[in-house]
T-cell receptor, first 112, second 116 residues
């Protein structure tokens, strides 16, 4: 079935460090891929998305590239800030259906 | 635009009590969803509604019922609450289809439910 596997946390980084959170997927169709961010006490917010192979989603300095050959959608940021501390979720939606599938989330803490 | 709103924000129930969580969206989306979020489990889909008048079970539907009252509103009911239903509940909505603006889920702020 359709599923998402993402890197387990928690992840702790110093400010200005490079961030990678790995995400791989299994899908029967041609999925759209998403990264959502959840700040403490809040709901999930869309961070970025990609709807077809080789697309790159980007927002707020974060990037992720849809790699069909490796079934991956890894999240990267070149220089993290304290304000990036949050939980990050990878998700997919198969274009033939209405359901979304989420990873278990990766908690990121950035220390000054 | 308020987006997706949920009420209440917090609730404490005793085992066996019932309650309804309310959700509304003002984005004219066809699809709506209920998730629960538990530590280490990520988000798990309880029920979803692809369009007004339809509902379908997700991964963890036992102990819950839903009603798609109209295009805007999608409620989740716990008929007899159990401690295992202690969780954070999120409602979401989306359009369905291709394109950069479509197919994205928008989430409400959540309801934190404790069952004693």
């Amino acid at each position: 079935g359709d599923s998402v596997t993402q890197m387990e946390g928690p992840v702790t980084l110093s400010e200005e460090a490079f961030l990678t959170i790995n995400c791989t997927y299994t899908a029967t169709g041609y999925p759209s891929l998403f990264w959502y961010v959840q700040y403490p006490g809040e709901g999930l917010q869309l961070l970025l998305k990609a709807t077809k192979a080789d697309d790159k989603g980007s927002n707020k300095g974060f990037e992720a590239t849809y790699r069909k050959e490796t079934t991956s959608f890894h999240l990267e940021k070149g220089s993290v800030q304290v304000s990036d501390s949050a939980v990050y979720f990878c998700a997919l939606r198969v274009n033939t259906g209405n359901q979304f599938y989420f990873g278990t989330g990766t908690s990121l803490t950035v220390i000054p | 635009n308020a987006g997706v709103t949920q009420t209440p924000k917090f609730q404490v129930l005793k085992t066996g009590q019932s309650m309804t969580l309310q959700c509304a969206q003002d984005m004219n989306h066809n699809s709506m969803y209920w998730y629960r979020q538990d530590p280490g489990m990520g988000l798990r889909l309880i029920y979803y509604s692809a369009s007004e008048g339809t509902t379908d079970k997700g991964e963890v539907p036992n102990g819950y019922n839903v009603s798609r009252l109209n295009k805007r509103e999608f409620s989740l009911r716990l008929e007899s609450a159990a401690p295992s239903q202690t969780s954070v509940y999120f409602c979401a909505s989306s359009e369905v289809g291709q394109g950069s603006a479509r197919g994205t889920q928008y989430f409400g702020p959540g309801t934190r439910l404790t069952v004693l």
